[in-house]
């Protein structure tokens, strides 16, 4: 059913902090392009600095703002250009007249949903994206949270475990929180040629920045178990970060062999290539490296942490955090089995193909909104 008048969206305000590599990054940017291509005109404000993205989105025809904000080495934004910066940010928003403000990530819906008051925007929605949304804050801190939950309209989490932390932790209302799901473009579900990996052993692979939350130590711990096993395999990390030298050192100790390929963009070959996919994280929001082992059909090990579980439960193998025996075991058991490996493999892709698309994502964001401005008008 078409939208009235009173519900008709032409122009939404995506707000990031910035537009650097990330997945929070790569999913504005699918969305942005998705509502123009709908009829809505898209805006993309920037807190601070560009990117690739930001390319990608000019390319697009997508316009991108800086605002200017920025933060001193102990992490706290100064004044006074922060404050000129927020001047900007609401004079934009005036000048603009977006019927939607959705801030993506903490500072921005912090700073974005008063700013989007002041300059009268009918509609803010706001986003949860990581379990780090949930952690304990400090008191004004938290305090600051609450009162701009209550200026918000909706809220919009991408897994119900990140919504339902949100109702509790945050005490938000269940009517003002949603789950809606990251998404994978078109080409994610491409048949990609395999990309040589010289090796005669199992291949796995991890692709994730090497940052301690990612929990490659326990990915390493685990090749050294099954080498001991007599079950060895070649582990292949795509992915940099200031975890590197550790692994590195940590790998060599262990004798086993680990391949430390830095930053990838297309990893489609290097899916088509592994035996397993394994994320041995210790924190999720929903990962965008487990939906494109999926849309690949590979089979995943994972850490049964954040939204995985949501996206693998019966379509892989989950395993508890930090528990490099388990991650092992899983490992062992999809490359000892490969009828087991190739039926999770296509599980995972129909499941992915299902609900993961971008387009359902996008009309699931542009229903939403109009939902939220319809009511905000008639009341």
């Known amino acids: 059913m078409p939208p009235t008048d009173e519900g008709k969206v032409r122009r939404v305000v995506l707000f990031i902090g910035h537009l650097g590599l990330g997945g929070a990054q790569r999913q504005l940017c699918l969305l942005a392009e998705r509502l123009r291509d709908r009829g809505v005109e898209v805006h993309v404000f920037v807190m601070s600095r560009g990117g690739p993205h930001a390319e990608d989105l000019r390319a697009a025809g997508i316009d991108v703002h800086r605002l200017g904000f920025s933060r001193n080495p102990r992490g706290v934004v100064p004044p006074p250009g922060n404050v000129r910066a927020f ?48 952690r ?3 008191p004004w801190t938290a305090a600051i949270e609450r009162v701009v939950n209550r200026m918000t309209d909706h809220i919009v989490a991408n897994s119900a475990v990140i919504a339902q932390g949100t109702r509790e932790v945050e005490a938000v209302a269940g009517r003002k929180v949603s789950v809606i799901y990251n998404g994978l473009p078109p080409s994610a579900f491409d048949r990609a040629a395999p990309e040589p990996v010289d090796t005669a052993l199992p291949v796995v692979l991890c692709v994730a920045r090497l940052s301690e939350n990612k929990g490659q130590r326990f990915l390493v711990e685990a090749a050294a178990l099954l080498a001991r096993r007599g079950r060895p395999c070649t582990f292949v990390l795509a992915g940099d970060g200031p975890e590197r030298e550790r692994l590195e050192r940590q790998a060599a100790e262990a004798g086993v062999d680990v391949r430390f390929l830095g930053f990838r963009q297309d990893t489609a070959g290097l899916l088509a290539r592994a035996d397993v996919v394994a994320l041995p994280s210790t924190a999720e929001g929903l990962s965008n490296a487990v939906m494109e082992a999926m849309a690949a059909g590979r089979p995943i090990v994972a850490t049964e942490v954040g939204g995985t579980p949501e996206l693998l439960r019966d379509r892989g193998v989950l395993v508890p955090s930090r528990a490099p025996r388990a991650l092992a075991d899983g490992i062992a058991r999809l490359v000892d089995d490969p009828v ?28 939403l909104y109009q939902r939220l401005l319809t009511a905000r008008r008639r009341s």
């Open 136 to 138: 304990p804050k400090k």
């Open 340 to 367: 087991l490996a190739a039926s999770l493999g296509a599980s995972a892709r129909a499941w992915a193909w299902k609900n993961l698309d971008i387009e359902t994502v996008a009309d699931e964001h542009l229903d």
């Open 87 to 134: 001047a900007r940010l609401v004079g934009l928003l005036r000048d603009l007249r977006p019927e939607v403000l959705h801030g993506y990530l903490w500072e921005c819906y912090l700073l974005g949903t008063p700013a989007a008051r002041l300059a009268r925007v009918p509609v803010v929605v706001t986003a949860r994206r990581t379990q780090g949304y949930l």
